[in-house]
């Protein structure tokens, strides 16, 4: 199928965009593996597996996944049947956030989803068929850039966010946890991770957790995750720093320390690797006094 980029996400007054019908991974096209932006990914035809947070799952027709700011995500395609998707991807300061019915936001969604680890919802026939014609919608906006063409873009985001949120919460089995499909070991060491963030974890202290050689370790957590050992570290700790920077009042050494890196110059490097700016200037500019 043709594949359709829209440039709109490099302007910073409207950051959002939109890929339609891709039949490789839309997360292919991205640098990193999480960002501030929010993402809902819908599947139309293909197999594949999708690596969010530390849930894996299968991917097929019907499929949308809701992919929250500051979440590790990518998509592993079947060599033989890839995925065909779409994507939009767009900032959350674009999203309405006056809220007339305090039941209901726009943004719960994904606070939900964060919240239960289900970060996959499977649209029934006629709920692809409405999803599909929406996207359509999308593209016959981005592509004429008529007047009013990104205030039309948003209307339609805003609708399939609405019923995405009606659809999971009508959907009672939609609000379990997602389903592992890896391997036993892979599984007790993501949990390992999570809960030891502050501590050494390196390849050789991992692979003997697992009981496996440092080499098949390594080669299986790339395999399943699609992410090598240190850019996933360093990408959750970078996760967590920038959620006690924002949160907490604890000073930037203790936060470095909590997170597990060894040296403060350590934790500058990294940080700004992944934001762009120190983790000093990302506290002033991003907390909500």
Not at 10 to 25: G, I, R
Request: proline letters at 4%; one cysteine or more.
């Amino acid at each position: 199928m043709k594949k359709i980029h829209n440039t709109l996400n490099h302007d910073l007054l409207f950051p959002f965009s939109f890929v339609y019908q891709d039949t490789k991974s839309p997360q292919n096209e991205l640098s990193d593996h999480m960002h501030d932006h929010y993402e809902i990914v819908y599947v139309y035809n293909g197999k594949g597996t999708f690596f969010i947070g530390d849930v894996f799952y299968d991917m097929q027709q019907g499929d949308v996944f809701l992919i929250p700011n500051n979440t590790i995500h990518r998509a592993l395609p079947n060599k033989d049947d890839p995925v065909t998707s779409t994507i939009i991807f767009f900032s959350p300061t674009l999203i309405y956030k006056d809220m007339v019915d305090d039941s209901f936001s726009y943004l719960h969604l994904f606070d939900l989803t964060k919240k239960s680890k289900n970060y996959k919802i499977s649209l029934p026939q006629k709920k692809q068929v409405k999803m599909e014609e929406q996207l359509e919608l999308i593209l016959q906006e981005t592509t004429s850039r008529s007047m009013g063409s990104r205030h039309a873009c948003l209307l339609i985001v805003h609708q399939i966010i609405l019923d995405l949120y009606r659809t999971r919460i009508n959907g009672k089995q939609d609000l379990s946890e997602g389903k592992n499909y890896s391997s036993e070991w892979m599984k007790d060491i993501l949990i390992y991770i999570n809960e030891h963030m502050d501590e050494p974890l390196t390849l050789t202290i991992l692979a003997q957790k697992a009981l496996v050689s440092p080499a098949h370790f390594s080669r299986v957590f790339k395999e399943t995750t699609g992410i090598g050992l240190v850019v996933y570290l360093n990408t959750k700790r970078i996760i967590k720093a920038k959620e006690l920077l924002l949160e907490t009042n604890l000073t930037i050494a203790h936060i470095a320390e909590i997170c597990g890196f060894e040296s403060m110059p350590q934790f500058y490097r990294t940080f700004k690797k992944y934001n762009e700016k120190t983790p000093a200037t990302f506290r002033k500019e991003n907390r909500i006094r």
